[in-house]
């Protein structure tokens, strides 16, 4: 695909600006002019931090564009131990993934004490509520993105928090979002549709848990 967030979608649209918002208040003031951070599957996105950013994804021609660009998959990069200050891998990077190799391997680039922004989506969303997929450890979903069929993993929030810990990497915060437009989508299978309920989220914080498709994380390597 020629881009990765389509613009006339209220479900992405609002995903996008919550990751967008999430980087600027919690990794932004973290980076400096020195900084090197990890852009793992970037599909050419940018964000506005300071210092250098390494782009990595499998498909050239969203990153060629920029100065550092490595062509692979987060599950096995080829790039030096502890060598950034921090990595963002989100846009549901992670479900397109093996997590346990993808979280290794961001662990493993990251200098300690660095920052990493993942953002996922999960098994225990709404959207799976009343079916025996809800809160597997891993179950296989397929979505219509862009007019392709896009298969995924939804990873359960309790899996991906204990790969984080056994990667050395410790949440520091969390937010999770697509609480009431999941249960909407349950109902309707109208995702972009569905999308215009997530500014109801705040009324249902509490049991976000229970519900939320999406999940952002600001993880520090110990």
């Given at each position: 695909m020629s881009c990765v967030w389509p613009d006339d979608d209220r479900w992405y649209n609002y995903t996008h600006k919550y990751i967008l918002d999430f980087i600027a208040n919690n990794l932004a003031p973290k980076l400096s002019q020195k900084s090197v951070f990890l852009n793992a599957g970037s599909g050419g996105s940018e964000y506005d931090l300071q210092g250098s950013c390494h782009h990595v994804d499998i498909a050239e021609n969203l990153i060629s564009k920029f100065d550092r660009y490595t062509v692979a998959s987060i599950e096995k990069m080829p790039l030096?131990?502890?060598?950034?200050?921090?990595a963002i891998c989100v846009g549901s990077v992670l479900n397109y993934c093996d997590a346990v190799s993808s979280l290794r391997e961001l662990s493993r680039v990251i200098k300690p004490g660095g920052y990493l922004i993942l953002e996922y989506e999960r098994s225990n969303t709404g959207e799976l509520w009343?079916?025996?997929?809800?809160?597997?450890?891993?179950?296989?979903?397929?979505?219509?993105y862009m007019g392709h069929t896009h298969t995924l993993w939804l990873y359960s929030e309790k899996?991906?928090?204990q790969i984080l810990k056994e990667c050395g990497l410790d949440i520091i915060k969390q937010e999770r979002f697509h609480c009431v437009s999941a249960l909407v989508n349950?109902?309707?299978h109208q995702e972009e549709y569905s999308g215009q309920f997530a500014r109801y989220d705040m009324w249902v914080k509490p049991l976000s848990y229970l519900m939320a498709h999406n999940i952002i994380l600001l993880c520090k390597k110990s």
């Open positions: 030096e131990d502890n060598s950034f200050d921090a009343l079916t025996s997929e809800y809160g597997k450890n891993a179950t296989k979903q397929q979505y219509d899996v991906i928090v349950r109902i309707t």
